[in-house]
């Protein structure tokens, strides 16, 4: 069994990034960069699969600039085997990406697609579903169990109300939630193994898929700030404070 | 062309989710007609029916409708999609997971967790949780769109909208519903209470949490939140998560208790009307956010707290 597990670039998750003044978007100059964190998550749950014998193969797919490599070797590093790199220098929407991906199914014909639930940059939460949609294939989505057994997968998912159990027919998309698996980190030989790991370079065009935007981003700024206020001496203030000041007890 | 509005529901209830979303599309469009689609639903489609602003209701029913399994949502909304400029759906788990399947279908975009209608095409959205807010113009023919509720007011009942029934297409049968393991609580539901009291890592444990936490917000008829850390920890289940990649709330009240303030929680809570920080250590981010601080050990603080609100309210 294949597994494919697209990873993204975004921003550190413990940066806290900056609106440009003109509107025109977030400064991205000079900050730390990682592997989105929930595609952590989804390299790590094929790991385990390949660890557990039901899986043979790892393949980590990135679309973004040529410095998305990077995260793909850390992909590498964590245990993939193998990594293509689809280079776009601009922004890719959700839509545009779900076809990328089609195409490399199409190409690498693997028998589940592990991915993020959100990249924690735009926040979407869009592109597992639509590569599954392309694909007509079933989706467990923010999953926090899976379970391949005769042929089917068993997903736990977080939902609104607690816990749903689905089994979904073969192929499918997987997309993580927090709670499925804590990702390892790489070691530092591994980290040097994966330097010699294959790493194919693909473009948009390879796969005949155009990428212009739907959406026209006319500005970008920052949100209300909101201002901190007053630190209380005793419960008794607080609760005084809440009652004839705020007026919400 | 109007706004087809899907109605969030657990087919015996309309979720008020629904009646902020339709906030939203009356924004876009006076035309609003709301989808419920489930199995034995047709009361929930009466309530529907009785939101302000409701052209008319559609009705899909089906055993194979009943868990809103997103396979199965998207067949029913694609050809329905086709005959609307946009597909409006409250941001829920349900949403979440068949709006953009249905936006592929139908070879769009999806426009998430909108916080603003500026005109029919164009949409404010919160990104990098909630640190930047994007104006996004569409240029697709159908929108679709899924709302970050907190920020739109239910509409009124009032509204008296027929139901029509439509046929659901046949199961597409790529997966199936075994089980659901619901948290039950007599607590508001958090996503809609008008106070919440959330818990962090400080709690320490289970039985903390349900000690100092739980009887607080039954004081004040809360609901009950928490921190990624609470819920990886295992105090509480996954659906108490507030933050960037849980629930999004915006209570008159919010009470943050030994949480640190990470950005990823502060995404899910920073738009409550007031909020209150409980935290030994007052360099806590949280207190950078916090109308009202308590600096000090929660163990300590929490039951004078519950002492004082018994006292003011008797
Ligand atoms: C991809 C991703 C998504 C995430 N999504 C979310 C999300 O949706 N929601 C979320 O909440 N987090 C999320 N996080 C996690 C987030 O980054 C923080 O790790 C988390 O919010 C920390 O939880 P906490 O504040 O309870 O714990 P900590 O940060 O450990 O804070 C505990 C606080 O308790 C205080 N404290 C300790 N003892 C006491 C005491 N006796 N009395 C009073 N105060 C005390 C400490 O001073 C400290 O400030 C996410 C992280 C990632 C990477």
Redesign the pocket.
């Known amino acids: 069994m294949k597994i494919l597990v697209p990873v993204k670039r975004v921003v550190d998750?413990n940066v806290k990034i900056r609106v440009k003044a003109d509107g025109t978007g977030v400064d991205l100059a000079n900050v730390k960069m990682s592997m989105?964190?929930?595609d952590e998550i989804a390299i790590e749950e094929a790991i385990r699969l390949k660890e557990a014998g039901k899986a043979e193969e790892i393949i980590a797919v990135s679309i973004g600039p040529q410095k998305a490599q990077e995260t793909i070797r850390t992909a590498l590093a964590m245990g993939a085997d193998r990594g293509i790199l689809i280079k776009c220098d601009d922004e890719v929407e959700p839509l545009a990406v779900a076809k990328l991906l089609k195409g490399v199914v199409d190409a690498e014909k693997p028998d589940i697609v592990i991915l993020g639930k959100q990249a924690?940059d735009d926040d979407s939460n869009q592109t597992g579903q639509m590569l599954s949609a392309l694909l007509g294939w079933p989706q467990g989505t923010f999953a926090s169990k899976l379970e391949l057994d005769g042929g089917k997968a068993r997903v736990t998912r977080e939902i609104d109300g607690g816990l749903q159990t689905i089994l979904l027919n073969m192929p499918c998309i997987i997309t993580t939630d927090?709670r499925l698996n804590e990702p390892r980190y790489a070691s530092l030989p591994n980290i040097m193994k994966a330097k010699k790991k294959p790493l194919d370079e693909k473009t948009a065009e390879d796969y005949g898929v155009d990428i212009t935007p739907r959406l026209k981003v006319l500005e970008t700024v920052e949100p209300a700030t909101r201002e901190a206020g007053e630190i209380l001496a005793t419960p008794e203030d607080l609760v005084e404070k809440l009652k004839t000041q705020a007026g919400v007890i | 062309m109007g706004v087809l509005l899907i109605a969030e529901h657990d087919n015996t209830s309309l979720n008020a989710a629904t009646a902020r979303a339709m906030s939203a599309a009356l924004a876009i469009s006076k035309d609003v007609h709301i989808l419920v689609a489930g199995n034995g639903c047709s009361s929930v489609a009466v309530e529907a029916g009785k939101l302000e602003g409701a052209a008319k209701v559609l009705l899909a029913e089906a055993p194979h409708l009943e868990n809103h399994l997103a396979e199965e949502l998207a067949a029913l909304t694609e050809p329905l999609a086709k005959q609307y400029e946009a597909v409006l759906a409250p941001a829920t788990s349900v949403s979440k997971n068949f709006m953009p399947r249905l936006a592929a279908l139908l070879d769009v975009a999806q426009v998430s967790e909108i916080t603003a209608v500026k005109s029919p095409d164009t949409f404010e959205r919160p990104i990098y949780a909630g640190n930047a807010i994007q104006s996004v113009q569409s240029s697709d023919a159908i929108k679709i769109i899924t709302v970050r509720t907190t920020t739109f007011e239910a509409v009124e009942e009032g509204g008296s909208a027929s139901v029509e029934k439509i046929d659901a297409p046949a199961s597409v049968g790529l997966s199936d519903f075994i089980g659901e393991e619901l948290s039950s609580s007599d607590r508001p539901e958090l996503a809609a209470a008008r106070v919440v009291v959330s818990?962090?890592?400080?709690l320490?444990s289970k039985e903390n949490f349900v000690k100092y936490i739980e009887p607080l917000a039954e004081q004040l008829n809360a609901a009950v939140g928490?921190?990624?850390?609470?819920v990886d920890a295992g105090y509480v289940s996954n659906d108490y998560?507030?933050?960037?990649?849980?629930k999004v709330v915006a209570p008159e009240l919010y009470i943050a208790?030994?949480?640190?303030?990470?950005?990823?929680?502060l995404?899910?809570m920073k738009d409550s009307k007031v909020i209150v920080a409980?935290?030994?250590?007052e360099e806590?981010p949280?207190f950078q956010i916090a109308d009202y601080g308590l600096v000090?050990?929660?163990?300590e603080?929490l039951p004078k707290l519950q002492s004082e609100l018994s006292k003011s309210s008797g």
Not at chain 2, 226 to 230: E, G, I, N, T
Not at chain 2, 241 to 246: A, E, F, N, R, Y
């Open positions: 998750f989105n964190p929930f924690i927090l | 818990g962090g890592r400080a320490g928490a921190s990624r850390a609470a998560q507030v933050g960037q990649t849980g208790v030994g949480i640190s303030g990470a950005i990823q929680h995404a899910g409980i935290n030994k250590d806590a949280i000090g050990d929660l163990f603080i």
